[in-house]
């Protein structure tokens, strides 16, 4: 098989920058990355035989825990069966009827395959129902790798510094508005210069691609009665926070009703799934019953569906996990930050619930520009000192650590040390 090294270097030859998703390169680190073997639980282990706490979670998805045991086995029985039909089948309809019985915001939903197709299929429909073009979305905010969604965006276009991409052309992103996260009165100006041709305003109720942003208190409400003053849509993408924050992901937890919601990650239990779904009358307009287009030959995957319907169950009647999630978070990225403050150090810890980030800077982060203002030399050394402590965390600077069920308090406590030893050196 060859080291990380070894087979980095063949992979570079034969696919772009050597990974199929740019947040798995290591490029500002400047190192190979980890090529992954195999996980278990709140472990993952390299080819080169280390062993890592793993608080990348496949980048959300892993809730229980990586090989969690009902998930696995659901797929492996699934499996038995044929791995496509592409027709019509029975799992389809209990995820569909799963989702809409327990998720009060959602009277219908479509099964898609990443999250890039569920944001991009729901801002179409946005735009379908209300006849309007243009979007508001957030700078710092990533939505997928739609076109229209490439602006100002978080995640891997934040960390390579790209602000845009090439290959977008212009009349793509004309109607996407970018507003300043947690600033409701940037909402409004652009809303005013839309002159009531705003769709939809999409969000990430909490942001969790420039590194962790919260909502300011007040901000998604506002957002909310903003949408209804102008008559534009309302969208959460929950593509990371869905089924994580509470079974009913942000809404629930924030206690705000979106019009539509986009999932991802964890409705595939680590299957490449993504859905959106929402109120009837705007979902009723999704192709074959309405003029709305959306298709997909591999949508509603059998074995997708059973690991995804298989965790969400799991989810749904364990709901204490959210409890449990919620305290160890607190353990983790409050241990963080007393580390912080022991060593007298500025920086800051974000976190809401299981999601967290330690931002180097000495500013609240609060949106993107104060998420930029991090020292990305300084988290890059981080994040080394801690992977040759075998912690595993995303590359970047910004991006969340995502604690699972699987992490243990003992396993915490253990980072914590990891963190307490870094900064001591
Ligand atoms: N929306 C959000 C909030 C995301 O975090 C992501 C991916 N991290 C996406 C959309 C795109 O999902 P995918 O990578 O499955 O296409």
């Known amino acids: 098989m060859g080291t990380s090294e070894e087979l980095f270097d063949r992979a570079v030859k034969v696919i772009p920058g050597g990974v199929n998703s740019p947040v798995r390169a290591y490029g500002a680190i400047g190192m190979a990355p980890r090529f992954i073997d195999r996980a278990d639980g709140c472990y993952i282990y390299d080819v080169d ?57 959602v009277d219908m939903v479509r099964m898609v395959n990443s999250g890039t197709e569920a944001v991009m299929s729901a ?19 990533y939505h997928g790798h739609s076109d229209a969604m490439l602006v100002s965006a978080g995640s891997g276009v934040m960390t390579s510094g790209v602000p845009d991409s090439a290959g977008v052309p212009k009349g793509c992103t004309e109607d996407t508005m970018t507003a300043v996260y947690n600033d409701l009165d940037s909402v409004r100006a652009l809303m005013e210069q839309a002159d009531g041709q705003t769709a939809a305003v999409i969000v990430e109720a909490v942001g969790a691609n420039m590194g962790v942003v919260p909502p300011k208190k007040g901000f998604l409400e506002g957002l909310r009665k903003l949408c209804d003053e102008y008559g534009a849509l309302l969208i959460f993408d929950e593509v990371i926070t869905g089924f994580r924050l509470a079974f009913g992901g942000a809404a629930e937890y924030f206690g705000v009703t979106p019009d539509l919601v986009t999932y991802g990650k964890i409705i595939g239990a680590g299957m490449p799934v993504g859905a959106y779904g929402g109120r009837r009358e705007i979902m009723e307009l999704v192709s074959p019953v309405g003029k709305v287009y959306q298709a997909g030959t591999l949508s509603g995957n059998p074995i997708a569906m059973a690991a995804g319907l298989t965790q969400l169950k799991y989810l749904y009647e364990h709901q204490e996990i959210y409890k449990d999630l919620e305290e160890k978070g607190k353990r983790l990225y409050g241990g963080m930050e007393k580390i912080l403050a022991e060593k007298n150090l500025p920086y800051h810890i974000n976190h809401v619930s299981s999601l967290g980030s330690l931002f180097f800077t000495e500013q609240e982060v609060v949106d993107y520009t104060s998420a930029k203002s991090s020292d990305t030399k300084a988290f890059s050394e981080y994040f080394k000192g801690m992977l040759a402590q075998g912690i595993h965390m995303a590359p970047s600077q910004f991006e969340a650590m995502f604690l699972s069920v699987a992490h243990t308090d003992e396993i915490i406590d253990q980072t914590l040390e990891a963190v307490r030893n870094y900064f001591t050196k």
């Open 123 to 141: 801002v179409r429909v946005a735009r379908g129902f209300t006849g309007k073009n243009k979007i508001i979305k957030f700078a710092g905010c």
């Open 49 to 105: 035989g280390k062993e890592y706490v793993d608080y990348i979670d496949s980048w959300g998805p892993m809730i229980l825990g990586h090989n969690f045991p009902e998930v696995k086995e659901s797929v492996l029985k699934a499996c038995e069966k044929g791995l496509s039909f592409g027709c019509a089948t029975a799992i389809e309809v209990e995820m569909a009827e799963f989702i809409c019985d327990h998720i009060p915001h």
